[in-house]
């Protein structure tokens, strides 16, 4: 149970371009839903919290304009990356929160984004 | 404001030495203490949720037990497989949904 599905798994792409990742929650409906960033050898970095109908919200110095997140449903949320810059690439982590009392995330496999 | 600082940073153990990781916090209240396993290039992996003093949890040959100031993840006679980092994260009562992550710790055991 509590299984968290992230695609792409990796991804390549062109500066200037978009990217879209998409996080599932396979098992369970997700009343929240996380995305973290995380560099070589670092712990994770929250990004955003999304509940689902509702806005994200963001983390200090994280831009909500490059960084566009969607909480549609109870098992998916997507992150899109507008306009990439080398500076963008990194490992993208989504978790997902069942609503229980256990406040347990459950993190999806994660995605490697590489912008040229 | 919350912090949480885990210690070694590293540790390398030859198989069957068993040892522990420490994770200290400082919270005004706590919620709930959470433990995960990360391998290389991927998404952490969920293992312990500790929610007040004097609990503990065991799964195979990993015990995680937590006091008023401090968590432990005891680790019984590993094994090569058990190689990973482990993370551990603390929710506050007053920070909302969000968890504050320790730095990890790269655990490695030599078969």
């Known amino acids: 149970g509590a299984v968290v599905s992230q695609h792409p798994s990796w991804v390549i792409c062109k500066s200037g371009t978009s990217v879209k990742i998409e996080c599932r929650s396979l098992?369970?409906?997700?009343?929240?839903m996380f995305w973290y960033r995380q560099f070589p050898k670092q712990s994770l970095m929250l990004m955003a919290t999304?509940?689902?109908?509702?806005?994200?919200?963001?983390e200090q110095g994280v831009e909500k304009d490059k960084f566009l997140i969607n909480h549609a449903s109870l098992t998916l949320s997507t992150l899109t990356v507008t306009s990439a810059h080398p500076e963008d690439s990194s490992f993208y982590i989504c978790?997902?929160?069942?609503?229980?009392?256990?406040?347990?995330?459950?993190f999806g496999p994660g995605t490697r984004l590489t912008v040229l | 404001e919350d912090q949480v600082t885990q210690s070694p940073e590293a540790l390398r153990l030859q198989e069957g030495e068993s040892s522990s990781l420490n994770c200290s916090y400082t919270v005004s209240g706590l919620r709930g203490l959470f433990w995960y396993r990360q391998d290389p290039g991927k998404g952490p992996e969920f293992l312990f949720t500790?929610?007040?003093a004097g609990e503990e949890k065991e799964k195979e040959r990993l015990k995680a037990t937590l006091t008023k100031k401090e968590s432990f993840l005891h680790i019984t006679a590993p094994k090569p497989e058990d190689s990973a980092t482990y993370l551990c994260?603390?929710?506050?009562?007053?920070?909302?949904?969000?968890?504050?992550f320790g730095p990890g710790t790269r655990l490695s055991v030599l078969p």
């Open positions: 098992d369970f409906q997700a009343t929240t």
């Open positions: 994260a603390v929710l506050g009562w007053d920070y909302g949904q969000n968890f504050v």
């Open positions: 999304s509940n689902e109908g509702s806005k994200a919200t963001y």
């Open positions: 978790s997902a929160q069942e609503f229980t009392s256990t406040d347990t995330q459950y």
């Open positions: 500790l929610y007040s």
